[in-house]
């Protein structure tokens, strides 16, 4: 799946945001989690493999370490994602005599 353009934006802001592209200090990574985080909270959805090759093309990214890591940070921030959305609370509060709109 391509990425969208919202999503290349948010990548783009990564890399106008993190100024020493050789090592993430801990603020970096910080940073970084935040934007997957929000990226996900959005429903963009993004492939790992995508996000690791747009990083390897974009030009300033030349450590493969600090690459492997931000493609670490996205993977770990989707699970988290999926995990805790797979647990969102339905709600069963209608009946038979009080029909609510799921059409029960």
């Not at 030009?59 to 493969?64: P, Q, V």
């Amino acid at each position: 799946m391509p990425l969208l353009n919202s999503t290349i934006m948010r990548l783009n802001e990564i890399t106008t945001l993190i100024e020493n592209k050789s090592k993430l200090t801990l603020e970096n990574e910080s940073v970084i989690k935040q934007i997957f985080k929000e990226i996900n909270e959005n429903g963009e959805r993004y492939d790992i493999d995508e996000i690791e090759s747009w990083f390897e093309n974009e030009g300033s990214w030349n450590t493969k370490d600090v690459r492997t890591r931000i493609v670490n940070i996205s993977h770990y921030a989707q699970s988290k994602f999926e995990q805790t959305d797979k647990f969102r609370i339905v709600d069963d509060s209608c009946s038979d005599n009080d029909p609510c709109s799921c059409g029960n």
